[in-house]
């Protein structure tokens, strides 16, 4: 092939070439539209998220250490806020606990415990640590006195749930913290009574019921309060911790470079200590809420759901420590379905190695419990029968008892008058009476003669007044004269 033949390409070749360049500037024009959007989200969100620009160092510094002394004001505060919180633990009311942490200034020694290790400050870690020391004794001794002069009837719910922690406890203390020492940390002011808030919620109902508990004598309610207290203590210093190391906030400079070096080993050992057990205790709370979510969910899944189980939940079905699951069931559970179950609970990861241990009532099986049924609508049946005789005993009892009235009255007065009706009447027109009776009485005033006169016995109120008494019975005198057709009639008072 000649070399002027070498590059000439048919029309057709042409236009595939053609089609191609366009094809790849197209490609490469969405590249760099890619990479644009790319860049934009980018500047976007570190504009959106980025707050270290906007950060005061020395003011942060400043203030979190003007927040850690623990006296004055602010321990007449706290005690305030302790007694609120009592209080609202004491009603099981939310809202009053919510309103006790708005008042709560606990949050000044934590940070300082945070911030003194991020900073390799050691004399405001010691300052801290005596604050915080003084705000848990003066808490617990708030709490005691208290629940120690108002006990509570019974346990309720807002108490119970501050003396276990489980995964959600850990999260709040941590994104509190970082929340608090994120705004703490913001330039210009932000209303302290925010910072608060975030350290409150995790710190004041746990402090208040391990001071229920002391009250009580109950020290498992104590220790687990207690354990709630420290691990959220914690994660609110180590977030504190971690939101300054990110934002590079100055280590304390020290002219002894001895000094500057021991501090800062101390410092390290302090974070090292405080982090072992942060990352133990969140593990071991992460774990425990595994197996407390994969036993819910075996629970309901393949038991609650199966209509012919009838399962007695309790509190204490599910043991971590001795990694045994029991189960409680009413009714007789067959070989088959207790392999059922097995197999139904090795389908969850983190319970699959517990122990299934299966107790059921099998003198309560259905059958049985039907014949109980029968049995007691036959006894319901027959006392309905036996109180209706009483029913009919009673008021043939209520008839007889009239008619004997009736005799009565007609053999012991003169007259048509009947004692029933007339005793009525006067217990309505004269409400004082409290008791009422009268008879025909034979008199002789000189051994001689003798006459027929009436007699009333009357008993009034005690609360009416002399004068009053004088005067009813002046208007039940004239009274009893016209009912009995008599022209003497005698007032006896009892």
């Not at 595939?16 to 976007?44: C, H, P, Y």
């Not at 109950?218 to 207290?229: D, H, I, K, S, T």
């Not at 983190?350 to 049924?373: H, M």
Request: charged letters at 25%; a neutral charge.
């Amino acid at each position: 092939m000649s070399e002027e033949n070498k590059f000439n390409f048919s029309e057709e070749e042409k236009d595939q070439l053609n089609k191609d360049k366009i094809v790849e500037e197209k490609k490469e024009a969405v590249r760099k539209d890619a990479q644009g959007l790319f860049s934009s989200i980018k500047t976007f969100l570190s504009e959106l998220l980025d707050f270290r620009e906007d950060t005061d160092r020395d003011a942060t510094i400043a203030a979190i250490k003007t927040d850690i002394p623990f006296k004055g004001a602010t321990a007449w505060i706290l005690i305030c806020s302790i007694f609120v919180a009592s209080v609202g633990l004491n009603a099981d009311s939310t809202a009053v606990v919510i309103g006790a942490m708005l008042i709560s200034p606990l949050m000044g020694p934590i940070l300082g415990v945070g911030m003194s290790i991020a900073i390799n400050d050691i004399d405001t870690l010691r300052k801290s640590l005596i604050n915080l020391a003084t705000m848990i004794v003066l808490s617990l001794l708030t709490a005691f006195l208290f629940f120690w002069l108002f006990p509570l009837s019974e346990d309720n719910s807002e108490l119970l749930g501050r003396t276990h922690p489980d995964i959600r406890d850990v999260l709040i203390a941590f994104f509190g913290g970082l929340a608090l020492i994120i705004a703490r940390t913001k330039k210009g002011t932000i209303a302290s009574v925010i910072f608060g808030v975030a350290i409150a919620t995790a710190l004041m109902p746990p402090l208040c019921t391990a001071g229920y508990g002391l009250a009580i004598g109950n020290w498992e309610y104590f220790g687990g309060a207690m354990y709630l207290f420290t691990i959220n203590t914690i994660f609110i210093a180590l977030a504190t911790f971690l939101v300054l190391k990110i934002l590079r906030f100055p280590m304390l400079k020290y002219a002894n470079s001895a000094k500057r070096k021991l501090i800062s080993r101390l410092a390290t050992i302090v974070a090292i200590v405080v982090m072992i057990p942060a990352v133990w205790t969140f593990l071991t709370v992460l774990k425990e809420s595994r197996y407390e979510r994969d036993f819910n969910a075996f629970v309901k899944n393949d038991i609650q759901s199966n209509s012919n189980l009838w399962y007695d939940k309790r509190d204490d079905d599910l043991d971590m420590s001795a990694k045994t699951i029991r189960l409680r069931f009413n009714g007789d559970i067959s070989d088959e379905m207790i392999s059922a179950l097995q197999n139904n609970k090795n389908r969850y990861e983190e319970i699959r190695d517990f122990e299934l241990i299966i107790n059921a009532n099998k003198t309560r099986n259905a059958d049985r419990l039907l014949k109980s049924l029968d049995r007691a609508y036959a006894d319901l049946d027959r006392k309905d029968n036996v109180i209706d005789g009483l029913q009919k005993q009673i008021s043939q009892l209520e008839k007889n008892i009239t008619n004997l009235n009736k005799q009565i009255e007609s053999k012991n007065t003169s007259n048509d008058v009947s004692f029933t009706n007339l005793s009525r009447d006067a217990k309505v027109r004269f409400s004082d009476l409290e008791f009422f009776g009268y008879a025909k009485m034979l008199e002789s005033k000189d051994f001689i003669n003798i006459d027929t006169v009436t007699v009333a016995n009357v008993r009034w109120k005690v609360s009416v007044e002399d004068s009053l008494v004088l005067v009813r019975e002046r208007n039940l005198q004239k009274w009893l004269k016209q009912e009995l057709k008599v022209d003497t009639v005698f007032i006896r008072r009892n």
